[in-house]
């Protein structure tokens, strides 16, 4: 008879800022999932699925050994720092676990975004908190009550990454058992952004009595962690719409608050699309306000878009992936310190901008756009995204890398991939398909829209003409398009501030219509349409 031991192992985990944390765990575990269910913040865009190879550690101990695959995609130097791949390495026993990017960059999160004038009605006492819950990011916003004063504003990655860089990876995790996980995980990061907060400002969290925590339908699901069934199969008819009050004790937060979620509007166009309507003044005193037909887009992981007109709200949602949050791209990065976040065409010389100078090492989501632009524009990549091998006059820059051809940025060592391009391809088709099928079912053309107004993170920082130049946006929109940045965080904090707004923000479901895009022909057509490149 085999005897089983039922003392747990350790895992001691420490964090390039000197940060030490301890976790008890069953062997065998897989690292990745060890960082997942203890809200261990380690980049894992795919969700552990070996895709990325983005999740190094250096680790000790007790470990499975290495296989081949981990083995040919580490050099001789990692092997002998002790580097692992998370996602391909178990623990078996006690082990010692060094994060290697935890902590070393500062990510450049938006935070700021444009509030129109309103009645200041607050529901709550002395303080609150609007909390803006992404799925890159989480951004909280401190307010007086008394007079509307912000006081403070906190940011961070949403932990929840380990599970997935993307909404339906982190679905399917709580599908598979993980939910009170995920809950956990994002329950945490607000909690330590509420006490970071309060800390920040000398003020008792106590004091603190009124919490709004807007998001997409999936991330309130998951925060809630409701069963989100529902949201993930056919027919997509989501079985809480919130648009309620809980008690802070039920999602383990701030005790004795009241917690506000604001209403979503589908499956996949949620309660930060109710709350960034707000900001973006398309819906307010509690009815569509619509001149002339706009536009707004929410360019993310998920596009999600509104077009008011007539009175009326046509939205949508439509899944471009991470590409433009820097996952799933080769060198991918967050906007941050050594991030290459504009790149241009001058004289025929490609030029990169990097954030906070310096070397460059790696690319995001603006720098992205602007690259695959330039690319196009200067005959590296044909109309079908295909990398020229002759590289039309930058033959010194085409490289391969895993069997595959890749471009590399002039003076630095950062490569574009083949399959880099082919992720651009489907997330700017996606969402200029969304946006072209919304304006066709609300009864318009592309030249009757007056104003795109554009919201998000990356939205607020990309050049809009390389963004008409690939086609992520129709043609003609650049000269109409403008930002106003976190739009889902200032729309939340409207809710926080105005009883009223909170009130007339529940009923935006009845000026609103749903278009589904997974079955409509028109969306098909031209998101394959969108694939292509225009060499004009």
């Given amino acids: 008879m085999v005897g089983i031991s039922m003392k747990q192992s350790v895992a001691q985990i420490s964090a390039t800022t000197g940060q030490m944390k301890q976790i008890p765990f069953n062997a065998p575990t897989r690292l990745s999932e060890l960082f997942a269910q203890n809200g261990i913040a380690v980049d894992m865009p795919c969700g552990g699925r070996q895709k990325c190879l983005k999740c190094k550690v250096m680790a000790t101990g007790a470990l499975s050994p290495m296989s081949e695959k981990e083995s040919s995609l580490l050099t001789d130097r990692e092997k002998h720092e002790n580097i692992r791949y998370a996602c391909m390495v178990e623990a078996l026993g006690d082990v010692q676990i060094g994060l290697l990017s935890a902590e070393l960059f500062k990510d450049d999160i938006l935070t700021d975004g444009y509030i129109p004038r309103f009645k200041l009605e607050p529901w709550g006492k002395e303080f609150g908190i609007s909390v803006d819950i992404g799925t890159t990011t989480v951004a909280a916003y401190l307010y007086r009550l008394s007079d509307g004063k912000l006081l403070k504003t906190l940011a961070e990655k949403n932990s929840q990454s ?115 309507l707000l900001a973006a003044e398309f819906f307010l005193d509690g009815k569509v306000t619509s001149n002339s037909p706009r536009l707004f887009v929410d360019i993310g992981t998920n596009g999600e878009m509104a077009l008011a007109a007539d009175g009326m709200l046509w939205c949508c949602s439509t899944a471009a992936g991470p590409a433009f949050e820097g996952a799933g791209i080769y060198q991918g990065i967050p906007a941050r310190t050594g991030a290459i976040s504009q790149v241009k065409l001058e004289n025929n010389r490609i030029v990169c901008s990097v954030l906070g100078g310096g070397q460059a090492n790696g690319i995001c989501g603006s720098g992205l756009l602007d690259a695959v632009s330039v690319m196009c524009e200067s005959g590296i990549i044909d109309e079908t995204g295909l990398i020229y091998e002759e590289g039309h006059g930058f033959t010194e820059y085409i490289t391969e890398i895993g069997n595959q051809p890749a471009f590399r940025l002039p003076d630095t060592q950062v490569f574009l991939t083949q399959q880099d391009i082919r992720s651009v391809q489907l997330a700017k088709s996606a969402i200029c398909a969304g946006m072209l099928t919304l304006i066709k079912e609300s009864g318009y053309s592309p030249d009757s829209i007056k104003q795109l107004v554009i919201a998000g993170g990356f939205g607020n920082n990309i050049n809009v003409s390389s ?70």
Wanted: charged share 20%.
């Fill in 467 to 536: 963004a008409e130049r690939i086609g992520l946006i129709p043609p003609g929109f650049a000269e109409k398009a403008y930002t106003i940045g976190n739009a889902a965080g200032a729309g939340a904090t409207m809710v926080l501030l105005s009883d009223t707004l909170r009130r007339q923000s529940e009923e935006i479901g009845n000026f609103t219509k749903s278009v589904e895009l997974s079955t409509n022909p028109y969306f098909m057509d031209t998101y394959i349409d969108g694939m292509m490149f225009s060499q004009t």
């Fill in 162 to 276: 380990v599970f997935g860089a993307d909404v339906i990876s982190r679905l399917q995790k709580s599908i598979d058992n993980q939910a009170a996980a995920l809950a956990g995980s994002i329950r945490e990061c607000i909690s330590r952004l509420i006490m970071g907060l309060c800390q920040a400002c000398s003020i008792p969290a106590e004091k603190v009595d009124s919490l709004v925590l807007t998001g997409n339908t999936a991330m309130l699901y998951l925060l809630c962690e409701y069963d989100p069934s529902s949201i993930t199969t056919a027919p997509f008819e989501q079985d809480c719409y919130f648009g309620f009050f809980l008690k802070s004790e039920e999602l383990n937060l701030l005790p004795g608050a009241r917690v506000y979620l604001p209403r979503c509007i589908s499956a996949y166009v949620g309660a930060d699309i109710t709350t960034a």
